[in-house]
């Protein structure tokens, strides 16, 4: 797989376009619930108004990464718990991935993890430029039909708030196990100026991130035959 497609035109502004599916499955145990009620509001990332990093946390984070669509949140749980001097902002819309993330955070007692129980646009819109080192959009949903494509994550509107909030030389972390969408991806970024795709052979993008601890969803792709790649960006100087 090679970066040398036909660029696409570009995309129209879709602002209102829902990026993500579900927001509830099964009822929620008694814990999780109570963790919903009570734990979610204390994490909450206020993005009605600009987001100042050094005052989300009750320290000064040597850094700031961001997780879009976290999942059950295992990875950012144990990214968190390897690195606490640097503060993790997790987006994910769907309830149970935030009651399980708010699991692990309550279990291990972390203080460098705030939630956005939305849409990711309002965290990013609210960031600052040139404030986050990593972002880290890991098994996006696929959205698989023609007339949903446009529903993926990965599009110029938000290639371009990434290149607003990055620091210089910081990392865009994307994994998927479906070709086309690793293929859409490859499209998108390669007319983004902004982005160099860090790969230089093949088995570079089949590697892993550095210290990466899998996911669920990752398991499942395996054991279903399903190959996963690992593109990983670094954000040019301005």
């Known amino acids: 797989m090679t970066a ?4 696409p035109p570009p995309e129209k502004t879709l602002p209102q376009k829902t990026l993500h599916g579900r927001r509830r499955g099964k009822t929620l ?10 734990l979610l509001p204390r994490l909450k990332v206020d993005v009605s108004k600009p987001i100042e990093p ?14 879009i669509g976290f999942g059950g949140g295992e990875h950012l749980a144990f990214r968190a718990e390897e690195n606490p001097k640097t503060g993790f ?3 994910e819309p769907f309830v149970n991935g935030v009651a399980k993330l708010l699991a692990e955070v309550d279990a291990r007692g972390l203080e460098n993890v705030r939630l956005h129980d939305d849409d990711a646009r309002d965290v990013l819109d609210a960031l ?15 959205w698989p039909k023609k007339k949903h494509k446009k529903r993926r994550f990965v599009s ?4 371009a708030r990434f290149a607003r909030v ?29 982005f160099d795709w860090l790969a230089e052979r093949p088995a570079d993008w089949r590697q892993p991130f550095e210290g990466w601890p899998g996911t669920r969803y990752e398991e499942k792709a395996l054991k ?14 301005r």
Do not use: M
Request: proline share 9%; glycine share 4%.
């Open 224 to 237: 279903a035959g399903r190959v996963p790649s690992y593109l990983t960006y670094r954000r040019r100087p």
């Open 4 to 7: 040398q497609s036909q660029k």
């Open 29 to 38: 145990r008694a814990h999780h619930q109570r963790l919903v009620d009570e």
């Open 166 to 194: 990055l620091k210089d030389g910081g990392l865009f972390h994307f994994a998927s196990d479906i070709p086309d969408y690793v293929r859409w991806t490859l499209a998108h970024t390669v007319r983004h100026a902004e």
């Open 54 to 67: 050094a005052t989300l946390f009750p320290f000064t984070p040597e850094a700031l990464w961001l997780e």
């Open 128 to 142: 600052p430029e040139a404030s986050v080192e990593r972002i880290y959009l890991l098994y996006p949903d696929p």
């Open 89 to 91: 902002v997790g987006c």
């Open 156 to 159: 110029d509107d938000n290639l």
